[in-house]
């Protein structure tokens, strides 16, 4: 298995993207991965790699790639962009065949756009959405989309991101009937958008899902559910509000634990324990964002993430490719849409309009 990684994306940059990389080759005896970046950068940052990791320095090669898509770049500049940056580069490696599935902390908008160019989209998905794990009370975890990719967004692309987190939540964590459930600001029917109302009615009559209704917010960490569906603007608002919490809980446990001569005892002997907390809690397990419709695989890791991080979207981006989650998604998707065309539309007196078929598969 080969990856394509864009080494100069994020906030750090190579000292984070080629330390995690190696990580992930350790971990990962059967994968091969290439960076793309500046070659003098990244010699240097391998140069002072731990000795540790030396054995890993086979499996990783070097590709050139002049140019960097500055974090602040518009994505139609990205477009329009010379194709010799590291972000086109990797992506390109991926659509001729050359890697099975691509990785990068840069910028989230370009790498939408020019992954939809390269790569394209699966079942005529007019656009991809961003999904990710949340820890969850029960100790699993649940998968939120979109993120942020579609900002606002139909019934008909709310129904679309629910049969993606299905298929993700079977293919990948192995489950055979994933819950799911559309995020809304109450459970009651007559609550939400439009948008959100005309989804839930259309996944209580396409069937095929084991789909739980409305939950809140909080229903996102309680372990009912597997899939929470909402749209980018929510969804991002949700995750950057999830993850500052999750910091500041275990940040106020350590100054709690350390404030005082007694507590730092108790604290001492309670030390395992919190370290498995804050293992629970740390976002950093967590990193890795799944660009869900493409026609390829792309996992976005955060802008800000250390090398642990970094390996850790690169893991997940192995787990795809053994999984081939492109392939699934296609025929799931394909099938469950062809289902859903033949349903009639009867949303109630009062409720959102009915949609067409011809409405339901055109580009949003």
């Avoid at 329009?80 to 490696?93: H, I, Q």
């Avoid at 996102?220 to 929470?228: L, T, Y």
Wanted: net charge neutral; proline share 5%; with cysteine.
């Amino acid at each position: 298995m080969r990856l394509a990684i864009d080494a100069m994306g994020g906030d750090l940059g190579p000292r984070a993207t080629v330390l995690g990389s190696a990580q992930a080759l350790l971990a990962h005896p059967r994968l091969e991965v290439q960076l793309f970046g500046r070659q003098a950068e990244l010699e240097r940052t391998l140069d002072a790699l731990p000795n540790s990791l030396s054995t890993v320095l086979t499996r990783l090669s070097l590709q050139h790639s002049p140019t960097i898509i500055a974090e602040a770049m518009k994505p139609s500049s990205a477009l329009r962009a010379p194709r010799d940056s590291s972000l086109a580069m990797m992506l390109d490696c991926v659509a001729t065949g050359e890697a099975d599935a691509a990785v990068s902390a840069g910028n989230t908008g370009a790498l939408m756009a020019l992954s939809r160019r390269a790569l394209g989209t699966v079942a005529g998905v007019p656009r991809p959405a961003i999904s990710t794990a949340i820890p969850t009370r029960s100790g699993g975890r649940c998968y939120l989309l979109d993120l942020g990719a579609n900002v606002e967004a139909s019934a008909e692309r709310l129904v679309d991101f629910a049969w993606m987190g299905d298929v993700m939540a079977r293919q990948v964590d192995g489950l055979e009937a994933p819950r799911v459930a559309l995020l809304n600001v109450g459970v009651e029917g007559t609550k939400g958008t439009a948008s959100v109302r005309q989804a839930d009615a259309l996944l209580r009559q396409a069937g095929d899902l084991d789909y739980r209704g409305f939950v809140e917010g909080d229903g996102i960490f309680s372990g009912e559910v597997d899939v929470v569906v909402c749209d980018g603007f929510v969804g991002n608002a949700v995750l950057k509000a999830s993850e500052g919490l999750a910091r500041m809980l275990i940040g106020r446990v350590q100054q709690t634990f350390e404030a005082h001569w007694s507590s730092r005892l108790i604290g001492a002997l309670a030390r395992p324990a919190l370290r498995r907390l804050k293992n629970q809690l740390d976002p950093v397990r967590y990193n890795g964002a799944s660009l869900l419709g493409l026609g390829g695989i792309v996992v976005k890791s955060h802008g800000g993430a250390e090398a642990t991080g970094f390996a850790y979207a690169v893991s997940r981006a192995v787990q795809e490719v053994e999984r081939a989650l492109p392939t699934h998604l296609a025929s799931e998707l394909s099938r469950r849409r062809s289902a859903i065309a033949a349903v009639p539309r009867d949303f109630g007196t009062g409720g959102p309009p009915a949609c067409r078929p011809d409405e339901y598969n055109s580009e949003r």
